[in-house]
C-alpha cells in the first residue's frame, strides 16, 4: 500500500543541538510533499513545501529539507533548535492534482533546555 | 481573514448519539477536507470536497457523513456515534491549484463515552 513514514516517534535533544527528522514515500510519479508542524495545543502549521525547482527548501523558523527523488526521502533538518521547537512534525504528500494528503505517522520532539 | 474556523472546540458525546461538527472558510477556497488524528497515526482523511455540491470519501468514511451546500461551509456528521471516533478532527481548506498549501482549522476534540 502507498504510504508515508516517518522513521522516529520520539525525539529528545538539548538546545543547540541539530535536528534531522526522516521521512519516506512510497508513492510513484510526481508529488507534492510537506512538513507541518503542531505545537502544543495549537493547529498545524505549514513549516515548509516542495512541489518542484530547487530539491533544497527553505521554511520558516530556520528549517529546510531536502527532496531526494531517487530515495522516495523528503527529510528535514534544523542546524540549531531551541526549546521553542518542541512540538509533533507531520510530513504529509499530495499524490494527486486535488488536495487529499497522506500524513505520516508524526514525530514528537522535545527540546530540553 | 478569519481563516478556516470550526465548531465546537470540544464535544461529549454518549454512544449512539448524532451531531455535527461545523466547519467554515472565508477564503472563497473550492477544496475543503476532514482529518482525524489519532496518537501514533497522524493525519487521515475521512471527506473532502472538491466545490459546493461534490464530496467524495477518503481513507477513513464510515460513520461519517458530509454535505457542501455553500463554497463556505463543509459541516461533518456523525451519524451513531462510537467510542472509536474519539479523536481531534481537523477542517482543511485550499485552492484548487497544486501548488497552494491546505490551511487546517483549530480542530475539535471529541471524546464518545
Known amino acids: 500500500a502507498q504510504s508515508v513514514s516517518q522513521h522516529n516517534h520520539h525525539v529528545i535533544l538539548s538546545e543547540a543541538a541539530s535536528l534531522e527528522l526522516g521521512c519516506n514515500y512510497s508513492?510513484?510519479?510526481?508529488?507534492?510533499l510537506f512538513w507541518y508542524v503542531q505545537y502544543p495545543g495549537q493547529h498545524l502549521q505549514l513549516l515548509l513545501k516542495?512541489?518542484?525547482?530547487?530539491?533544497l527548501v527553505k521554511g520558516i523558523k530556520g528549517f529546510e529539507a531536502e527532496f531526494i527523488k531517487s530515495k522516495f526521502s523528503f527529510n528535514l533538518r534544523k542546524p540549531s533548535v531551541q526549546w521553542s521547537d518542541t512540538a509533533e512534525y507531520f510530513c504529509a504528500v499530495n499524490p494527486d492534482s486535488w488536495g487529499k494528503l497522506q500524513f505520516g505517522a508524526g514525530t514528537q520532539v522535545v527540546v530540553t533546555p | 481573514n478569519a481563516g478556516v474556523t470550526q465548531t465546537p472546540k470540544f464535544q461529549v458525546l454518549k454512544t449512539g448519539q448524532s451531531m455535527t461538527l461545523q466547519c467554515a472558510q472565508d477564503?472563497?477556497?473550492?477544496?475543503m477536507s476532514w482529518y482525524r488524528q489519532d496518537p501514533g497515526m497522524g493525519l487521515r482523511l475521512i471527506h473532502y470536497s472538491v466545490g459546493a455540491g461534490i464530496t467524495d470519501q477518503g481513507e477513513v468514511p464510515n460513520g461519517y457523513n458530509v454535505s457542501r451546500s455553500t463554497t463556505e461551509d463543509f459541516p461533518l456528521r456523525l451519524l451513531s456515534a462510537a467510542p472509536s471516533q474519539t479523536s481531534v478532527y481537523f477542517c482543511a481548506s485550499k485552492t484548487t491549484s497544486t501548488t497552494y498549501e491546505q490551511y487546517f482549522g483549530p480542530g475539535t476534540r471529541l471524546t464518545v463515552t
Open positions: 516542495y512541489f518542484s525547482g530547487d530539491p
Open positions: 477564503m472563497n477556497h473550492e477544496y
Open positions: 508513492y510513484g510519479g510526481t508529488v507534492n
